[in-house]
Structures are given as structure tokens and as C-alpha cells.
């Protein structure tokens, strides 16, 4: 059982910039690849960017050159920097960590992220 706490999110207007963190309760994290998943008011849970345990990244076409996930094997944390933000960001972000052999997902409580127009 992992347990995945977020923090960080918040209102912001747009054109600014929040940080989210995600603390992962493992002794193998590195078994782990991580995302961001995030819920707008009505829609289902779109995925928003993951990152391997090497470091390996992938984007929605929709935050590319604007949101940056990253990772710290050490200190088992995952973090995602969004910059330039937008009103149609406003979503419930999640963290998600997916077992590379089980398989299994783990899902945070999520965390409100609000931007203003």
C-alpha cells in the first residue's frame, strides 16, 4: 500500500505560476512511475504528465512548454511546476503512482488548483 499526499495547490490568476508536491509513502519508490492526472469541473480525469524512476517524461499537448513534472528518488517525492497558467487549468490535480511490474494504482486526495481570468 502506498499513500500519496498532495500540497500546493490553490488560486492563482492567470498567467502565474504554483508548484504542486506530492510525498509518497514507499521504501521503493523507484518501482513507481508517477503522474499528474487532473479533474475539471465536469470532465473525467485526464492525465497531465508522468515521469519514470530514470526520469523519463511525457506531456498533455495542452500544458507541453508550460508544466514541468519532476522527481526526487531520495527524498520520494514528485513535483509538478506549472507556469503560465490558464483558466481552463482549474481542475482537481491528482498524484498517481502505477506499480512498473504490479501494475497497481495509488491515488492522492487531490488538490485544488483555481486560476482566475
Known amino acids: 500500500q502506498v499513500q500519496l499526499v498532495e500540497s500546493g495547490g490553490g488560486l492563482v490568476q492567470a498567467g502565474g505560476s504554483l508548484r504542486l508536491a506530492c510525498a509518497a509513502s514507499t521504501d521503493i519508490f523507484r518501482a513507481y512511475n508517477m503522474a499528474w492526472y487532473r479533474r475539471g469541473p465536469g470532465n473525467q480525469r485526464d492525465q497531465v504528465a508522468t515521469?519514470?524512476?530514470?526520469?523519463?517524461?511525457t506531456y498533455a499537448d495542452s500544458v507541453k512548454g508550460r508544466f514541468t513534472i519532476s522527481r526526487d528518488n531520495a527524498k520520494n517525492t514528485v513535483s509538478l511546476q506549472m507556469n503560465s497558467l490558464k483558466p481552463e487549468d482549474t481542475a482537481i490535480y491528482y498524484c498517481n503512482a502505477n506499480g512498473r511490474f504490479s501494475g497497481i494504482n495509488y491515488w492522492g486526495q487531490g488538490t485544488q488548483v483555481t486560476v482566475s481570468s
Open positions: 515521469i519514470t524512476p530514470g526520469g523519463t517524461t
